[in-house]
Structure formats: C-alpha cells, structure tokens
C-alpha cells in the first residue's frame, strides 16, 4: 500500500469573484486621471476656435491657423480620462459635427470648412455622427464589456439615433443627450464595465468511470440553456476529450460545488 499510486486529483475549482456589476457605481466617482498621457475633454457649447485652442494649441503644442468662415459651437466631453494620442482624431471629429475639418501643410495645421479642403490632406477622425441639436456628446473609453456589447445595454432607454459611434477596435462609444440623459448613461456603462472573467468560476472535472461523451448530452439537457432545470444555463461545460475532463463555467461559484 506504501508503493501504490497517489488517487488522481478528480476535480479543481478556482473560484471567481461573482461579481458582474460594480454597485458602488451610483455613488464612486470616476478616477481623475488614468495615467501620465491621459487628459479629459469638457467643452459645454464652446466656440470651434476655442476647442482647437485647447487641443491643438495648448495641449498638443501644434502650430496652426484658423481660416476666416470656421464657426459653429461644440458640446462633447469624455467619461474619463483618455489617453492623449485619441486627441487628433476626437478634435477632427468635433470640427466635422460644425462643418470644418483639419488638414496639415507644410508642417503646420490649417483648421477651415470643409467644403474649402482638398480631399487626402484630412486628418483621421472617430468616425462618430454629429449630434442632433442641442444634444451634448460624450465618450466613453470601455475597459472590459466590447463597445457592441455596451450598445445593447444602452439602446432599450437611449433616445433613437443618440448613439452616435460603436467603435470596438479603439473599444470606445460615444452618445448624445441631455445633461440628465448622460448621467444616466454614465452610470450604467460604470456598472456593466466590469471584469466579467475575473467574475466567473471554473471548474475542471476529471472524469473516473465515464467518458465525456457519456455525460455531456446528460448534463446539457439539465443545466445547458435549453435544459428544463431551474439552474438551466447557470452552467457551461466544455469537454476536453484528449484528458477525459469536463470544464465547467458558471457564476456562482457553489453551484461548481
């Protein structure tokens, strides 16, 4: 008995957090600053110069001129702070919701409308639609859930047309609203904004007696999506045949138990 082989380990479960929302986000606030190269935008109906002074001028330290016929106003601001390499492409969309775009010649900029711009001399912009009138635009830099996914939390109570970009590469959206109307949207991308992986847990089952083939159709018709148990699809299986182990998915984490 001394000599015999130890008993295969038969299961291991790493327990998650069980977290999928962040309560506290009606009351934390949001982090002042996300790093060294971060910087917030914040202009509530300013003038165009304004902005790209701000942008361009003060922030980017760029030379640029302003060409007589630029006009319109700007609302936008982000969620939080942005890192500083998105300020070009953001200040390129603000300029095309009034109109005017952004072209570089001669190593400085020229800020002018845009029916006066040569096509190819424009610079890279977010892509985001212009806001309907009198409606404020705000970006939201998503961390965890994909700019799609945010859509679809969002689009149930959001006015028609106010999502205004779902950009899942830069993994950013940007909405429109009223000042009210953005509040609520910032509170619920900072409570759906979370680490849902870290939220899971999983569990591996090495199987004795049976095969995986065995039990998956068993355990699918149980607790899969379609089973007919008030657990059904609180738990996902994925059969790893090569080691005759299931690995099992689930929120809570008792129900690996």
């Known amino acids: 008995l001394n000599n015999a082989a130890p008993a295969p380990n038969v299961a291991s479960i790493s327990t998650g957090t ?20 971060a910087v917030t935008f914040n202009f509530e109906n300013q003038p165009v110069q304004a902005v790209v002074k701000a942008i361009l001028g003060d922030l ?12 319109g106003n700007i609302s936008f601001s982000t969620s939080e702070p ?10 390129e969309t603000l300029l095309s919701w009034t109109h005017n775009t952004l072209i570089k ?3 400085r900029y020229v800020v002018m409308p845009e029916k006066d711009a040569v096509q190819g001399n424009v610079a890279p912009s977010l892509g985001a639609a ?17 700019a799609d996914q945010m859509q679809k939390l969002l689009k149930p109570f959001a006015r028609p047309d106010s999502i205004l970009l779902v950009d899942n590469a830069r993994n950013v959206i940007v909405v429109a609203g009223t000042p009210d ?5 910032d509170r619920t991308v900072r409570t759906f904004d979370v680490d849902w992986l870290r939220g899971m847990s999983v569990g591996v089952f090495n199987l004795q007696h049976a095969t995986v083939d065995d039990l998956m159709p068993q355990l699918d018709s149980m607790f899969g999506s379609k089973g ?14 090569r080691t005759n182990a299931l690995v099992v998915i ?4 008792n129900y690996l138990n």
């Open 130 to 146: 212009a806001p309907s009138g009198g409606m404020q635009a705000r970006l939201f830099p998503l961390h965890y859930i994909a």
């Open 181 to 185: 109307e953005l509040a609520n949207y």
């Open 228 to 241: 007919d148990t008030p657990l059904a699809g609180m738990l996902r299986f994925i059969p790893i045949k």
């Open 250 to 253: 689930s929120t809570q984490p």
């Open 105 to 107: 010649t001669d190593g």
């Open 82 to 91: 942005v890192d500083s390499s998105q300020a070009m492409p953001i200040l």
């Open 18 to 37: 069980g977290q999928f929302v962040r309560p506290t986000a009606l009351s934390t606030p949001r982090p002042a600053a996300a790093g060294s190269g």
């Open 60 to 71: 980017l330290q760029q030379n640029y001129t302003i060409v007589p016929g630029v006009e």
